[in-house]
């Protein structure tokens, strides 16, 4: 495999990194699919230059995350000023956020039933971080950092449900406060009063909810039950 760049992103690219944050980087390669490696606080992700190029004409979250605030580390050629030249913002990323809402609803109704409270706070921070990039992205000025997020949301609760990402509990209060930001922020609750796994299941299958149906597995995974 050869990097054609090497950017890096997220909060060392910031500065506002602490003593948990993940290193995250970008590799483009040659690769046919986008790929992502996890190994201990080092988070790696390859693309392509022709993905990344398509993702970035269409407005993409993630290259918006990279053209906004990522450092070459190695970049010959300028492939992420090309990134940046070529980024156009949607008018909505209304789709985001429900799949995001989606997920947040079902942590909401199950999370304390999950099998692995880590599992849950990380989805948790995840899906907080997807509405809100999302609503700023939709004004034009996208915000990434958990204080950036905060202030966004006017939300002390953002930070702690952001910052809660690496906790092996599960919390009932983070929970609630979880269930007044998707009450403010997300996009529609499908299940009223309260949908089940199935109903869940399928809801993540046909909006093909890729971190909906990732958690499900997991969640089988880390339990060795089933839910109903």
Known sequence: MTATAMLLFG??????????????????????????????????????????????QNGD???????????????????????????SFRQSYGDEIQRATDLGWFLVEH?????????VNKRIAWCVRTILISRS??????????????????????????????????DAEILRDLEVLLASFGGDRIFRPRGSYSDYRRRFDSTMNKVGLGTLRADAVASLGYHE
Not at 111 to 119: F, H, Q
Not at 148 to 169: R, Y
């Open 11 to 56: 909060s060392h690219a910031r500065g506002d990194q602490d003593s948990r944050s993940d290193t995250d980087l970008l590799l483009i390669t040659q690769e046919d699919a986008p790929r992502h490696v996890m190994n201990g606080h080092l988070s790696t992700s390859f693309y392509s230059f022709e993905d990344l190029r398509s993702r970035a």
């Open 137 to 170: 992205a939709e004004t034009g000025i996208p915000v990434f950092s958990a204080l950036s997020l905060a202030e966004f949301a006017k939300s002390n609760a953002v930070l702690t449900l952001v910052k809660n990402k690496d906790e092996t509990i599960i």
């Open 111 to 119: 999370g304390m039933s999950i099998g692995s409270g880590a599992l």
């Open 61 to 87: 979250l993630f290259v918006c995350h990279i053209v906004r605030e990522s450092i070459p580390i190695y970049d010959p050629v300028g492939q992420l000023n090309i990134l940046r030249s070529e980024f």
